[in-house]
Antibody, heavy 120, light 112 residues
Framework: QVQLQESGPGLVKPSQTLSLTCTVS??????????WSWIRQPAGKGLEWIGH???????NYNPSLKSRVTISVDTPKNQFSLKLSSVTAADTAVYYC????????????WGQGTLVTVSS | DIVMTQTPLSLSVTPGQPASISCKSS???????????LYWYLQKPGQSPQLLIY???SRFSGVPDRFSGSGSGTDFTLKISRVEAADVGFYYC?????????FGQGTKVEIK
């Protein structure tokens, strides 16, 4: 059974870059049947799709974040990552990684989420 | 961006009674490939979201048949035929037809 686990600093200073990694276990990230996504949720608020990456390396990003976000995949490590630059307090949120089932575009499963706080 | 509007935002239900959540999109979610990429996710307290329904009306693996989805175009509905205590949490509709993918605001379901 595939599981995803987010990791990275829980505290980032304003104007710096937020970096998170999602480690995939129980399956290969290189499977052609899936691609990989990041979603975030500010405290007490709804969900926001950040973007996704295919194992080929091609990406799609939310235009609201596109100028600041990079999602990449590291197949030897079975990981994919999120980088968000020039962060502000508005980027404080729980960040989730998720597998996307191709053809159906289903987000499943999700990682447990990791809280990132932007504060000096 | 496609705006997804859920109603109601909060629902208190007696166990065993039905519940219904509406989700309306600002544009049609019918894709040129003929599919409608409308999903329903449940986020139970303290957990990450889990898929209930995909492509409007298909139940995901392991989802009880008391959950059903319907709709087309811009109007969609999630119905729970008999609410159980395990169903509490926030329900989100989501569209993947158009980029960027967008979610509804969420509907909080609690038990009376």
């Amino acid at each position: 059974q595939v599981q995803l686990q987010e990791s990275g600093p829980g505290l980032v200073k304003p104007s710096q870059t937020l970096s998170l990694t999602c480690t995939v276990s129980g399956g290969s990230i290189s499977s052609g049947s899936y691609y990989w996504s990041w979603i975030r949720q500010p405290a007490g608020k709804g969900l926001e799709w950040i973007g996704h990456v295919y194992t080929s390396g091609s990406t799609n990003y939310n235009p609201s974040l596109k100028s600041r976000v990079t999602i990449s995949v590291d197949t030897p490590k079975n990981q994919f990552s999120l980088k968000l630059s020039s962060v502000t307090a508005a980027d404080t949120a729980v960040y989730y990684c998720a597998r996307v089932i191709m053809y159906y575009d289903i987000l499943s499963p999700w990682g447990q989420g990791t809280l990132v706080t932007v504060s000096s | 961006d496609i705006v997804m509007t859920q109603t109601p935002l909060s629902l208190s239900v007696t166990p065993g009674q039905p519940a219904s959540i509406s989700c309306k999109s600002s544009q049609s979610l019918l894709h040129s490939d003929g599919k409608t990429y409308l999903y329903w996710y449940l986020q139970k307290p303290g957990q990450s979201p889990q898929l209930l329904i995909y492509e409007v009306s298909s139940r995901f693996s392991g989802v009880p048949d008391r959950f059903s989805g319907s709709g087309s175009g811009t109007d969609f509905t999630l119905k729970i035929s008999r609410v159980e205590a395990a169903d509490v949490g926030f329900y989100y509709c989501m569209q993947n037809t158009h980029l960027p993918w967008t979610f509804g605001q969420g509907t909080k379901v609690e038990i009376k």
